[in-house]
C-alpha cells in the first residue's frame, strides 16, 4: 500500500513562509503526477498546484506568484514553497500523487497537514 507522507505544516503570521514536503513512505512507488490540494473548513478541496515528472506546472491562480510547486525525481518527493502567505490560505493541504504501484495505475492521497496563518 503506498503511503503518501506530508510535513511542514504550522502556525505563520501573514506575511510568512512555509515549506511543505511529501513523499511516498514504504512503498516501491515511483510517482508521475504529484499535487497539493487544499481545504478550508465549509469548502471544496481545490487544486493548489501540480507538478508532473518532467517538470511542468500548473497552479491555481490565487496563489500564482507566491506558491512554488517542485520535486525531486530522485527521493520521488514534493515541495510547496509558499511564501507571502495569507489568511485565506488556511486549510489542511493534502499530497496527491499518481503512477502505477504492482501493475496497476492508481493516485493516491496523504493525510493532510494543517496550515494556519493568522492576520
Known amino acids: 500500500q503506498v503511503q503518501l507522507v506530508e510535513s511542514g505544516g504550522g502556525l505563520v503570521q501573514a506575511g510568512e513562509s512555509l515549506r511543505l514536503s511529501c513523499a511516498p513512505s514504504?512503498?516501491?512507488?515511483?510517482?508521475?503526477?504529484m499535487a497539493w490540494y487544499r481545504q478550508a473548513p465549509g469548502k471544496q478541496r481545490e487544486l493548489v498546484a501540480a507538478i508532473t515528472r518532467g517538470g511542468r506546472v500548473n497552479s491555481a491562480d490565487s496563489v500564482k506568484g507566491r506558491f512554488t510547486v517542485s520535486r525531486d525525481n530522485a527521493k520521488n518527493t514534493v515541495y510547496l514553497q509558499m511564501n507571502r502567505l495569507k489568511p485565506e490560505d488556511t486549510a489542511v493541504y493534502y499530497c496527491?500523487?499518481?503512477?502505477?504501484?504492482?501493475?496497476?495505475?492508481?493516485?493516491?492521497w496523504g493525510q493532510g497537514t494543517q496550515v494556519f496563518v493568522s492576520s
Open positions: 514504504g512503498s516501491i512507488f515511483s510517482p508521475n503526477n
Open positions: 496527491n500523487a499518481d503512477g502505477y504501484y504492482r501493475g496497476s495505475y492508481s493516485d493516491y
